[in-house]
Structures are given as C-alpha cells and as structure tokens.
C-alpha cells in the first residue's frame, strides 16, 4: 500500500501562485506522478503529469501557468502554480503510477481556493 501526503492547499487572490507538493511512502519504484482536479460540480480532471524520465503533460488550461516537477529521490511530485484565476478552484489530488505493477494510487486532496 501506498500513501500520499499532499500539502500546500489554501486560499489565494486571483494573479497569486501557490505550489503543490506530494510525497509517497513507497520503496518501490514509480512510473508516472501527476495532478487531477475536481471543481465543485464536475468530474476529476487532469492537471498536469510527468513521467520518471521527466516528460510532461499539461491540460491545455493550465498551460503556461503551471508547471509539475517531480523529485525521483523523494518521491515527491511539486505543482507550481502562478497566474490563478477563480476557474483554478477545486480540490487537488495527487496520484501516482507504480512502474511495475501499473497500480495508481491517489492523495486524499488539498483544496485550493482562488478568490476574484
């Protein structure tokens, strides 16, 4: 099993930034490490991901305002997020692909609330 930690939610003014982070507690090793996101009202959407060997992947909204880093030795998966905009508010999740079982697992979610 496989456990999440997220931290850095919060509230922030529209043009603010915060940034996300996300470790997991495993000793196995871990493919993909990303962000998803649920508004109120809608499904969970992708943020952006990133593979181990670094490549990336952002939902065209965020793109150019976001940018997902990972740090392989401890398991941490960071979101920065600059430029916020009322839309960005939801709950954000951490998720994380093992490399060799394919398992996905997923953080507990850290609200994130821009206000206009």
């Known amino acids: 099993q496989v456990q999440l930690v997220e931290s850095g939610g919060g509230l922030v003014q529209a043009g603010g930034s915060l940034t996300l982070s996300c470790t997991a507690s495993t000793i196995f090793a871990i493919n993909s490490m990303g962000w998803f996101r649920r508004a109120p009202g809608k499904q969970r959407d992708l943020v952006a991901t990133?593979?181990?060997?670094?490549?990336?992947d952002y939902a065209d909204s965020v793109k150019g305002r976001f940018t997902v880093a990972r740090d392989n030795a401890k398991n941490t998966v960071y979101l920065q997020m600059n430029s916020l905009r009322p839309e960005d508010t939801a709950v954000y999740y951490c998720s994380v692909e093992m490399a060799v079982s394919k398992r996905a697992y997923w953080g507990q979610g850290t609200q994130v609330t821009v206000s206009s």
């Open positions: 990133i593979t181990r060997g670094g490549s990336t």
